[in-house]
């Protein structure tokens, strides 16, 4: 059976449980769910405190787990990144009291509160700063305000909640981090990990792309195609208008509006866009 790691809270939790549905796996309904059995696809799911998730992975007897590029990094865990997700996205920065520092140079000696302190502590030694690194456990924005730091470095996804704290970002982002996928090493049903990798990247692949259908002139569809490329082909069928086509192609869900205009201004006519649920590349 395979054991899953997925957050139990945190803005990587709800995502990460709508991922799993829309593959086809029983997920918790609530946080309070800490274990769930999905005997039809022989996975065990444990819902952790996504800090933990690297280190249960990395040192435990867990297959895979979902957690943050940045939890990982700052874990020290030997668990490896095998699946990039794209949800949660955030950068990890620097940021000081407004009018204090120009650059990030000007944060050498100081005292830097974080909740990340291996991350930050690396950073320093590749920029061969010192100063002293405050370990705090969560939010680290008051840190200056209560008289415990100089500075903070911390998860940022708007800078909105540091510029309400007084504070300004500094330079440019220490750390770039989204949700992934990570695996321990020595995994006994490599076959277990690869179809739920694979269950992932359908979902992530159908959330990228839509299904475009539309009727376009003989004359015209190797320029519709040009349009249309889709994965691998388009689809072709033909009409009981012997001079028409219908075609069928995946498209980037971000260009699809700009590509029905371009089929519209060629010719085509019924332009019909679908989601996808589910696929297989």
Known sequence: MLRVAVPN???????????????GYAAA????????????NDVEFFFLRPRDIATYVGRGTLDVGITGEDLLADSGSQAST??????????FRLAAPQGTAKTASDLAGKRIATSYPTILSNWLTEHGMSADVVTLDGAVENAVRLGVADAVADVVATGTTLKQ?????????IFKSQSVLISRKNIEDQNAVDVFVRRLQGVIVARAYVLV???IPNALIEKACVI???IESPTVSSLHDSAWSAVRAMVPRKQVHAVMDELYD????????????????
């Not at 010719?267 to 589910?278: E, F, K, L, N, Y």
């Open 266 to 281: 060629l010719g085509a006519r019924g332009v019909i866009v679908t989601d996808i649920h589910a696929c297989r590349i």
């Open 228 to 230: 249309t490329p889709g």
């Open 9 to 23: 809270k945190g803005q990587l939790s709800d995502p990460a449980r709508d991922m799993l549905r829309e593959a």
């Open 165 to 173: 704290a007084g504070l300004e970002i500094i330079g440019d982002p």
């Open 29 to 40: 309904a609530n946080s309070r769910e800490l274990v769930v059995q999905d005997p039809d």
């Open 82 to 91: 095998i699946l990039e997700l794209g949800f949660a996205p955030s950068t």
């Open 213 to 215: 259908d539309y009727d």
